[in-house]
């Protein structure tokens, strides 16, 4: 049996995939594509849907940044923000130096069993155990 990988992606892939031209927009457009037909298991945390939204609502309709979210929860494993997380991310706070959001996302990733997050955010170097990949450097 073939197992689909499984990628937990950061914010700024959803953010490229539904914006404007960027560099990283059609690398991020084919994972989530390539994830809609079963060929990747996608995850990622609730504090990057809630940022998902923010900036959609800030740039579009509220329906439209609406269903964007909705899709993106129909799409992958969103891992939830609890008191494991908070405690983890702030540890990446006091120890690491992650800095505010970043260290949630992170906690959530390194909590999910994750040891790489797809991004294009560098801040996520400095955070032990925890690799960011391009999305570039995953889609074809």
Same mark, same amino acid.
């Given at each position: 049996m073939n197992q689909r990988p499984n990628l937990f992606l950061?914010?700024?892939v959803f953010l490229y995939a539904l914006g404007?031209?960027?560099?990283?927009?059609?690398?991020?457009?084919?994972?989530?594509?390539?994830?809609?037909v079963g060929?990747?298991?996608l995850h990622t945390g609730a504090e990057c849907v809630q940022e998902v939204i923010f900036h959609r609502l800030r740039s579009g309709s509220r329906n439209?940044?609406?269903?964007?979210v909705h899709a993106i929860r129909e799409l992958c494993v969103v891992h939830p923000m609890d008191d494991a997380v908070l405690d983890r991310g702030l540890e990446?706070?006091?120890? +690491?130096?992650?800095? =505010?959001? #970043?260290?949630?996302i992170a906690a959530? +990733?390194?909590?999910? =069993?994750? #040891?790489?997050?797809?991004?294009?955010?560098?801040?996520?170097v400095d955070v032990p155990g925890?690799?960011?990949?391009d999305p570039r450097d995953l889609a074809g």
């Open positions: 950061d914010t700024p404007k031209a960027a560099p990283a927009k059609a690398a991020a457009q084919t994972l989530l594509r390539d994830a809609s060929q990747l298991r439209l940044a609406a269903n964007q990446l706070i006091e120890e +690491a130096g992650a800095r =505010g959001r #970043d260290a949630f959530t +990733a390194l909590l999910a =069993g994750f #040891d790489h997050i797809v991004t294009t955010d560098t801040r996520f925890l690799r960011p990949v």
